[in-house]
């Protein structure tokens, strides 16, 4: 049997202090579930299926080591030692010629021509290297990805195909790339035959000094170099951006540091997905930006003053919402002249409506669903899809939160395929500026169970109904062909399989576009480009009983981006690969803009998840290898791959994955292809980027940029095109019989050198709104033929008669108003290169008061302390170590003001958490005239966790740190480096507020929660206190969550956490209790059977597996803790239907190959037993039971040499696993060997004094 989330624990290496950089920490080393462990052994790469993931990385770790020296001046760094094995041989690796620009090119690209012959030594190969930065004062990226690697038949060399990008600046700012591909072969060696070198980390951890491989091969098979005279984008947003102002100041603290700051009841997560939208708020001509923000900040309106700078009018507009805010909007939704704001909140979506000039107010109701939202909300997209003359909405949403103890369906599954995730919803404005859900009124309740990420809005098909595509995390693409009016309705139907662009990815971006100027819409698609899935999914032991389709998938998911031709007869050609835009690295807004005017769409990428730390072990290969690898091929309950999610996910509280990812930046060739020339631009921007937005800030004609990554500062980036001008129009529509923004309206320009078509759009790529004005750069072009603009309502406008360089206004119907194009002189400066993070708040007010924990304990000197002795009163604890200088100077200074605060009615102790054999040095320390108590283990631990979990991103005890305690022993108020007397004093006085006071200084800027801000989850707390063995507060922590939030996913998590921890009663109460909110939890009568079977109550045990299965038929889980009770109960055959349906579903299960083990030993078939359990060993190493069931099979086929082999060596593994001891210590015994036997008694009884068996052996075979 195997009761799910019953655990163990297993300490994490966690230094308990830690003063790298910056002021010294707490942080203890705390415990994991066991259910885990067997993930989190293989972080490093090489112990699992992908043995050459360790290979990837070491080879990644020499090239740093290239890196560093290319980076360094010539002349004063030697190449990495011992690189070259001798009978080296490399190929011309210098381009055959230089791209070389002009005032009428700027941007000049050249594709060499490559020569692979491996002619030349490792000294030529060098120089042709260290060429490619010659001339440079500065290499800015040295980059080289292994995508491909795979041993060479025959021998122990391996191939491996590198993807390799080196930019360099030289005086002025000139610029110059290389980007390609190498094809490499590296021979192992013994670690003690090569001169080990400097130590140079790659990002994945590898470290150069422990790798041995050596070159024998290198050439070079696509090389292309971009050249510019100077970056073609600036970053002016110091300019932009007041930085005295609230937005600025906002923007200046990374996402991370804001989440260790804020009471996390006001806060979400700091994964950064938040866009940036443009529209013109006040209605003054100029386009303003609103900045989508995480719950607890507001978010921002920024007024565009019309020369080239923004003002922060956030308090004054009433848009500063503090709802977590994925994306929003500007539409005029009410068709009243005006630009509202729809937002898409992680719990709702709001209108906030323009009441004239830039004031909003939000309106209640404005949504109004058929049923309950089942996700968050990531994304939103308009267009007027029933052509009525109103815009509508479609909303993606999504699942974060995986497992039944979160009230979702539980895991991407399978990843390639998931079709267990929330339902999008299609929004019908009903005329008044109010959205009715339409969802199965036009067919898209269908298929619709999807992870949607971003939606985009287009007439693909050009038969005047906008059509709508969906890109979805963990599968496939939907695209929605708009059928028109029938029967009064307009329906839709999804023809992406039989348009060709079902896109298996991880789909994050959704855009429309023309790429090759055939008047047709083609498509681009943002995914993922990994390399370590391309590896791990292209090697022979990935899902290796998988159909060839479904690795394919697979494969195809880590391929990245998609482009799409349209062909004209409503299917698309998958031109990804051959236009060259798949590597977008982890791809979020993946959209089109034409960023040098020639009248061709490039393509911009903003990129990167989570970065943390400098060095530290990005964790996608960690991802591929022990995530993606284990997904079933269908949808399943209680498979591994759940745990190894909730692993990945408790290593990325503080870790990274697609770390360090650049933006890429695709300029369109004009003929089909398109070139990397991210480097030589200045959009290549490392800051786990999000979206971006397009508008023409200096109104000269040109696209600039805002570019949200919030995830790191600044949040907003201000990028200004500095492209020399070439001819161009610009063109802003308005709705009369169509809706006044006109989105869904088509610009056709034929001019003599290009023929462009444009669209007017409310929502692409991903949480990202460019400005409706549509920018057309002419190229070339000397005189405009036409321009045709089809409006939404259908009508279609030609004029012939049309300036080039000028602003046009049209209103549906009339004619074309210009004005000139401002041409000339740059509006402002560039910013630095780099600003600094701002300094966050060393201070957190908590908006609800937090329980401290209890404790009792003796002072110093002797005297008992306690919480419960401090209520009544304010109080002040100040958590410190005597090794750490600055908390013992706060504690010195505390010491100094005890009489002030004593008058003051504040009774202040110091709680030192240095170590228990530490007591010396904390004595030594301690100030005279206030109490310090000197924390036991179990105290410190349990103030680290209460410190880490009073934050959204679980920090550790900065040292000094200290609490204000209310009278009731609450904790209202946390300081942190610094503790202020006067401070304290202050705010022990103010410590009794009515709501809206306490939500106010709780938080760092002004602002409006329109949600209820939530109650506090105190599951996560409770589950780290009783990882630690801490019970008493822990139940304190259940018994908080379920009476806050008494729901059925609360009270299964609950039951979870009990019976883990042997509250075996209160477990059955808590599942039982949840089974009555939700009758079909599956989860909760699976382990409450589990129980049940456990105390022998197996008929009761087996009605609760059987109402599990009924609730979920292919549940592994159940299947196997149902068969396992019918074997107890003597019906070995049905037992063993059950178990080989488990395996069907999950081949990967030990636990039902255990069992069928024991069925065929049962039965006599000793072969069949001894196959069985050896399975299950070969997916479980360290499984106990199997190892010690195989032994006594052994044993039965008369190997008990073999049997005591295996035995010696699992107790060497395992030593916790008392059985084996056992049945160990009895085979040496029955076999005469005494004293062997003993040992393995002895052995035991160390372990566990009282053991029934080994007290017996010992009694019968010890010395009399």
């Known amino acids: 049997m195997r009761p799910r989330h019953l655990a163990l624990a297993l300490a994490l290496a966690i230094a308990p202090v830690a003063a790298q950089q910056g002021p010294a920490v707490y942080q203890p080393a705390l415990t994991t579930p066991e259910s885990l462990v067997p993930f989190l052994e293989h972080l490093e790469a090489g112990k699992d299926a992908f043995p050459l993931e360790r290979d990837a990385e070491r080879i990644e770790a020499r090239l740093a080591q290239l890196g560093q020296w290319l980076r360094a001046p010539a002349g004063r760094a030697t190449p990495p030692p011992g690189l070259f094995a001798p009978e080296f041989r490399g190929g011309r690796l210098r381009p ?153 100041r906002q923007f200046a603290v990374p996402l991370d540091t804001w989440m260790s700051r804020l009471d996390s009841v006001l806060t979400r997560d700091s994964n950064g997905h938040h866009g940036v939208s443009v529209g013109d708020a006040d209605g003054d001509g100029f386009e303003d930006l609103y900045v989508a923000q995480p719950s607890g900040l507001p978010n921002r309106l920024l007024r565009n003053k019309g020369d080239g700078t923004f003002e922060d009018v956030t308090d004054a507009s009433g848009a500063g919402l503090l709802d977590d805010t994925a994306q929003s909007l500007f539409a005029d939704v009410d068709s009243d002249g005006d630009q509202d704001l729809v937002l898409a909140t992680s719990l709702r979506p709001l209108l906030l409506r323009n009441e004239g000039r830039g004031r909003f107010v939000v309106v209640d109701g404005a949504f109004t669903f058929a049923s309950p939202l089942q996700g968050v909300l990531t994304g939103v997209t308009m267009a007027d899809y029933d052509r009525d003359g109103h815009l509508d909405a479609y909303l993606c949403v999504y699942s974060y939160f995986f497992g039944a103890g979160e009230d979702k369906a539980g895991t991407p599954m399978p990843y390639h395929d998931a079709r267990n995730g929330p339902p999008g919803v299609l929004f019908r404005n009903d005329g008044t500026g109010r959205f009715v859900d339409a969802t199965a009124e036009a067919g898209l309740d269908v298929g619709n169970d999807r992870y949607h990420f971003a939606g985009a809005w287009a007439d693909f098909d050009e038969d005047g109904w906008p059509d709508l595509l969906v890109a979805n995390d963990f599968g496939t693409k939907n695209l929605y062909r708009n059928l028109g009016r029938q029967g009064g309705r307009v329906r839709f139907e999804d023809v992406a399989a039989r348009a060709g662009v079902l896109d298996h990815g991880a789909g994050m971006s959704a855009a429309f576009l023309d790429y090759d100027n055939d008047g ?199 990028v200004r095109n500095d492209h020399p001008a070439r001819p161009a129009i610009a063109l802003r529509l308005v709705g009369t019989r169509s809706n006044r923004d006109a989105i869904g309206a088509r610009v056709d320009v034929e001019a003599d050198a290009v023929h462009v078509t444009r669209l007017v759009q409310a929502g692409s790529g991903f949480l990202s709104q460019h400005s409706r004005e549509v920018l057309v750069g002419l190229g070339a072009s000397r005189a405009i033929r036409k321009v045709v603009v089809t409006w939404p309502s259908g009508l279609r406008q030609e004029f012939t008669d049309v300036a080039i360089d000028a602003r046009y206004r049209l209103v549906e119907g009339g004619a074309l108003e210009s004005t000139p194009m401002t041409r000339g002189a740059s509006m402002a400066p560039p910013s630095p290169v780099s600003a600094a993070p701002a300094a966050p708040p060393t201070t957190t007010w908590f908006y609800r008061p937090v329980p401290a924990p209890a404790f009792t304990a003796t002072d110093l000197t002797g005297t008992t302390r306690s919480l419960a002795a401090l209520q009544g009163r304010p109080a002040l604890l ?268 999950q081949p990967d299960f030990p636990e039902a190959l255990n069992n069928l083990g024991l069925i065929a030993g049962r039965a006599g078939d000793l072969v069949t037993a001894e196959r069985r359990f050896r399975e299950a060993l070969a997916r479980r190493p360290a499984y106990g039971e199997a190892a010690n069931n195989l032994a006594l099979a052994l044993v039965a086929q008369g190997r008990a040499a073999d049997a005591v082999t295996l035995l010696e060596d699992l107790v060497a593994r395992v030593p916790a696993f008392e059985d084996a001891w056992v049945t160990l210590a009895k085979l040496h015994l029955s076999a005469g060997r005494t004293a062997e036997g003993l040992a393995a008694v002895q052995r035991l009884l160390q372990r566990n004094p009282t053991h029934p068996v080994g007290v017996a052996l010992l009694r019968e075979y010890g010395p009399r």
């Open 520 to 718: 047709r819409l083609d498509i681009y698609t943002g995914n993922m480009w990994a390399a370590p899935g391309q590896r791990v999914t292209a090697a022979p032991t990935f899902m290796p009983d998988a159909p060839a389709d479904v690795r394919e998938a697979y494969r195809r998911h880590a391929r990245g981006n998609g482009l799409f031709r349209n062909r004209g007869d409503g299917t698309f050609d998958d031109r990804s690969v051959e236009a060259g835009v798949t590597m977008g690295r982890w791809a979020w807004a993946s959209d089109a803009l034409d960023v040098d005017g020639d009248g061709w769409q490039d393509l911009y990428v903003a990129n990167g998840m989570l970065s943390r730390g400098d060095g530290d072990r990005d964790l996608e290969s960690y991802f591929w290898r022990q995530v993606v690898a284990r997904s079933p091929l269908t949808r399943i309950t209680g498979a591994p791959y759940d745990d190894a999610w909730r692993a990945i996910n408790m290593r990325l509280v503080h870790g990274s994955i697609a770390s360090r990812q650049r933006n890429v930046l695709y300029r369109n060739d004009r003929a089909g292809r398109f070139d990397d020339v991210s480097g030589v631009t200045g959009l290549d921007l490392d800051q786990d980027g999000r979206s971006f937005a397009s508008l023409d800030l200096d109104r000269d004609g040109d696209p600039d940029l805002a570019i949200m990554a919030a995830r790191q500062a600044p949040h907003l980036r201000i």
């Open 878 to 1145: 100040v958590l410190w170590r005597a090794d750490a200088a600055a908390s013992v100077r706060a504690v010195a200074e505390v010491a100094s003001a005890q009489r002030r605060l004593e008058a003051g009615g504040i009774t202040a102790i110091a709680i030192a958490l240095d170590p228990p054999d530490a007591g010396a040095r904390v004595r030594a320390a301690a100030p005279a005239g206030l109490p310090v108590v000197h924390a036991s283990r179990e105290l410190a631990y349990t103030w680290a966790i209460t410190w880490r979990h009073l934050f959204m991103n679980r920090p550790p005890v900065p040292l000094p740190a200290a609490l204000l305690l209310d009278g009731s022993g609450a904790i209202v108020r946390a300081w942190r480096d610094t503790i202020d007397a006067d401070a304290v004093l202050r705010d022990a006085a103010a410590i009794e507020a009515p709501d809206e006071a306490r939500l106010a200084r709780a938080l760092p800027f002004g602002g409006t929660f329109h949600a209820k801000v939530p109650m506090r989850n105190w599951l996560p707390y409770g589950s780290a206190l009783l990882d630690e063995g801490l019970e008493t507060e822990a139940i304190a922590a259940f018994e908080r969550a379920s009476q806050s939030s008494p729901s059925a996913s609360i009270l299964y998590r609950l039951g979870t956490l009990l019976a883990r921890h042997g509250q075996r009663a209160r477990a059955r109460q808590a599942f039982e209790s949840a089974l009555a909110l939700d009758p079909k939890l599956a989860e909760a009568h699976n382990d409450l059977g589990t129980l049940l079977a456990q105390d022998g109550d197996l008929p009761a045990a087996v009605a609760r597996f059987k109402q599990a299965l009924a609730a979920t038929p292919d549940y592994p889980d159940a299947l196997n803790n149902l068969g396992y009770a019918l074997l107890l109960g003597g019906q070995p055959e049905q037992a063993r239907a059950l178990y080989e349906r488990a395996l069907q579903l």
């Open 96 to 248: 055959d010629a230089d791209a070389t620009p002009s005032d009428a090119e700027p941007l000049a690209i050249h594709r060499a021509t490559v020569d692979a012959t491996p002619r030349q030594d490792a000294t030529a190969t060098l120089a042709d290297l260290r060429s490619l930065v010659g001339g440079a004062t500065r290499v800015t990226v040295a980059e080289f990805i292994v995508t491909a690697i795979a041993p060479v038949e025959g021998g122990s060399d391996l191939r491996a195909d590198v993807r390799f990008e080196i930019v360099t600046e030289a005086a002025g700012g000139a610029r110059r790339a290389h980007v390609g591909t190498w094809r490499m072969l590296w021979r192992r060696q013994a670690a003690g035959n090569a001169d080990r070198g400097s130590r140079i980390a790659s990002p994945t951890g590898a470290t150069a000094g422990d790798d041995a491989s050596q070159l024998v091969q290198w050439v070079a098979t696509a090389h292309t170099v971009t050249r510019s005279a100077r970056p073609l984008f600036a970053d002016v947003t110091t300019h932009a951006i007041d930085q005295a102002s609230a937005a600025a």
